[in-house]
Nanobody
Framework: QVQLVESGGGMVQAGGSLRLSCAAA????????MGWFRQAPGKEREFVAS????????YYADSAQGRFTIARDNAKNMMFLQMNSLRPEDTGVYYC?????????????????WGQGTQVTVSS
C-alpha cells in the first residue's frame, strides 16, 4: 500500500526557516512526479512546488519562488521543501503528493496519493 508521510512542520516567526520532509513507502519512489501543496483555514488547497521524477526540473508557485526549494533523494525515498524567509501568509497545512504522469501540474486533482499533512504556523 502506497503511503506518504510528511514531517518537519512547526511554529516559527516571520523571517524564519523550516524544512519539511516527505517519506514514501510502498512503491518505486523514483518513478513519480511529486509536489507540495498547502491549505490555509477556509481556503482551497494550493500548489507550492513540484519536482520531476529524477529531480532534474522543479516548478514553483509565484509565492514560493526565490524563498522555497524543493528537492528529492530517490535513494532514500524522500522529498524535501526548504522554506526560508517565511511569512504569516505561508501558514497552513502542507501536504506532499505524487502524480503518475511525468509532466508538471499545479492542480491538486491531478495528483494521486496524498500524505496526512504537517502544520506550519508563521507568526508576525
Amino acid at each position: 500500500q502506497v503511503q506518504l508521510v510528511e514531517s518537519g512542520g512547526g511554529m516559527v516567526q516571520a523571517g524564519g526557516s523550516l524544512r519539511l520532509s516527505c517519506a514514501a513507502a510502498g512503491r518505486t519512489f523514483n518513478r513519480y512526479f511529486m509536489g507540495w501543496f498547502r491549505q490555509a483555514p477556509g481556503k482551497e488547497r494550493e500548489f507550492v512546488a513540484s519536482i520531476t521524477d529524477n529531480g532534474g526540473s522543479t516548478y514553483y508557485a509565484d509565492s514560493a519562488q526565490g524563498r522555497f526549494t524543493i528537492a528529492r533523494d530517490n535513494a532514500k525515498n524522500m522529498m524535501f521543501l526548504q522554506m526560508n524567509s517565511l511569512r504569516p501568509e505561508d501558514t497552513g497545512v502542507y501536504y506532499c503528493a505524487d502524480r503518475r504522469y511525468y509532466s508538471h501540474s499545479s492542480g491538486p486533482s491531478d495528483y494521486d496519493t496524498w500524505g496526512q499533512g504537517t502544520q506550519v504556523t508563521v507568526s508576525s
